[in-house]
């Protein structure tokens, strides 16, 4: 059947190739009959009938299976002098009644010119709508960008207190509306801050006046309440030196009438025992009017000092009601005394601190119900530091201090006490809860 058909066909007539020429096709492209082993059998180039190309070879199996393809193949072993070189574009199609098929080739330039054509209108498109997006960009960064961003400095400005240059609407738009708005709001604004700080600074002069005040008010309130204590402790030495020099007197010599006049009467005369219980009476009397005299004035403040003093309120307050107590003493108060010798009067110092142990240790025998009493006293480079701690049943800080120091109810041994250390430019701390206990720290800076 195909040797029939060839002969049929005759691949070298005339006809067949004017047949194949009258397909519109291009210079370099062929149309081309080609058996299963490679032999052109037709060609729209009658140079390349009857040849056999060896790069055909591979279309046996497509022949046998009955398969289409398309690939690409090079020309550059086929080349005729005048032809292209290059890729080829190869479109297979096998025969249905005979082992043949049809092949078409293109050059690959020919193939892809609409799509490189395509692509370089749509690189030409791109360009130009880069630069059409760029001038839009630039006309919207005038008309827009820029008044915006020239109201956002103004804005800044006016954040950070500058309320003086204007803002500047260059449009009718609503950006210029926007900008209008903000240039009245900055007018307002500062019309209100020049209120402000003319009423701030007529303020500023009255606290400042008010403040001047509070101070000479204070000032004059700390020479009062030092004369006060001043005088109170001026007082105390008085009336410590009238009880020690007139009634005590007075109560030695009715000592010393009595004696002379127990002597008179026999010892189981019942007068004498009056006499007697007289007596017990008058020494009792004169043991209170001493207890009194030191404290009022204890001499032996001026004669031992501070430690001493602390140590003898101890003893007549605390000790002698079988509660247990200890002193104890850190740094050395000669040192401190020989320090401020001559620079300010230590022994002013010393009895303040001898006032406020005395007055919490007096508080504390009656008060407190304390086993254990503890007094630590620290001589300091910088001043002097006093701990007064006890284990009695102790009391709630702020409800006892917060109406003493509003006045509006008693407790002036602790306020006195604040006082006296204030005057010191000292500080007083107490702490005590209900169960637990109170403890006072005392501290006074020594300047020189």
Known sequence: MVGVAGGE???TNYLLSQIIKTTPIGPDTYIELVDGHGVIIASNDPRRILTCTERYR??????????????????????????QTGKDMLAFSPLTSAPWGIIVRDPQETIFLPSITLRKGFLVLSVISIIT??????????????????????????????????????????????????????????????????????????VAERTKELNRSREKLAILLREIITAEEDERKRIARE??????????????????????????????????????????????LHRMIKDLRPPILDDLGLESAIKWVLEKHIGERGIHFELHTTGSCDEMKARV???????????????????????????????????NVTYGESGIGMEIEDDGKGFDALDVLEPVRKKDQGGFGLLGMEERISLLDGKLTIQSEPGKGTK????VPIRA
Not at 67 to 76: A, D, N, Y
């Open 133 to 206: 997006a760029l001038l839009l960009a630039i006309g919207l960064s005038r008309s827009i960008v820029r008044p915006v961003r020239s109201l956002i400095d103004a804005t800044q400005k006016i954040a950070g207190g500058n309320l003086k240059d204007p803002i500047e609407a260059s449009s009718s738009d609503e950006i210029g509306t926007l900008s209008r708005s903000f240039d009245e709001m900055r007018v307002k604004l500062s019309e209100s801050l020049e209120s402000v700080q003319k009423y701030s600074s007529g303020l500023e002069s009255r």
């Open 341 to 375: 010798q001559g620079i300010l009067d230590y022994s002013k110092i010393e009895l303040v601190m001898f006032r406020v142990a005395q007055e919490a240790i007096i508080n504390i025998s009656k008060h407190a119900d304390a086993q254990n009493v503890f007094v």
């Open 440 to 443: 006072i720290s005392v501290y």
């Open 9 to 11: 066909i005759d691949p």
């Open 58 to 83: 591979f279309l046996r199996e497509l022949v046998q299976e009955r398969k289409t393809s398309v690939l690409s193949c090079h020309r550059c072993k086929e080349t005729q002098p005048g032809t």
């Open 243 to 288: 009880l020690h020099d007139d009634t005590s007197q007075s109560v030695n010599a009715i000592l010393i009438s009595l004696d002379s006049v127990l002597m008179r009467f026999p010892p189981d005369d019942p007068r004498r025992k009056h006499l007697q219980q007289i007596r017990e009476q008058c020494m009792s009397m004169l043991k209170g």
